[in-house]
Nanobody, 125 residues
Framework: QLQLVESGGGLVQPGGSLRLSCAAS????????IGWLRQAPGKEREGVSC????????MYADSVKGRFTITRDSAKNTVYLQMNNLKPEDTAVFYC??????????????????WGQGTQVTVSS
């Protein structure tokens, strides 16, 4: 059974850091585009970052560029989202998602085939 499980969320003060993990089971995540999306209260879900199967293509939303970093750990079948200099507007439920790639460089924020259950990130003093 294909499964994505997020972890690492929590409460952090503005300017702090968190590292989210997306652990895949039942499939090799290296064969899928993996992305992080988030949904804040009262807002639509938005793409935050994605990484292609080759790692050659990485995308970030403008709002997180320079602060967030997405990486793969093939040995652990896990994708991470390192979040630094967090701001109150980053407060949201963060989801990881997977989709079948169109090519090795495919990376985007739409067309997801599988979703995790989400992890809450709250940035507040």
């Amino acid at each position: 059974q294909l499964q994505l499980v997020e972890s690492g969320g929590g409460l952090v003060q503005p300017g702090g850091s968190l590292r989210l993990s997306c652990a895949a089971s039942g499939f090799n995540s290296d064969h899928y585009v993996i992305g992080w999306l988030r949904q804040a209260p009262g807002k639509e879900r938005e793409g935050v970052s994605c990484i292609s199967i080759s790692g050659s293509s990485i995308m970030y939303a403008d709002s997180v560029k320079g602060r967030f970093t997405i990486t793969r750990d093939s040995a652990k079948n896990t994708v991470y989202l390192q979040m630094n200099n967090l701001k109150p507007e980053d407060t949201a439920v963060f989801y990881c998602a997977a989709m079948v790639p169109i090519n090795d460089a495919h990376c985007g924020f739409w067309g997801w085939d599988y979703w995790g259950q989400g992890t809450q990130v709250t940035v507040s003093s």
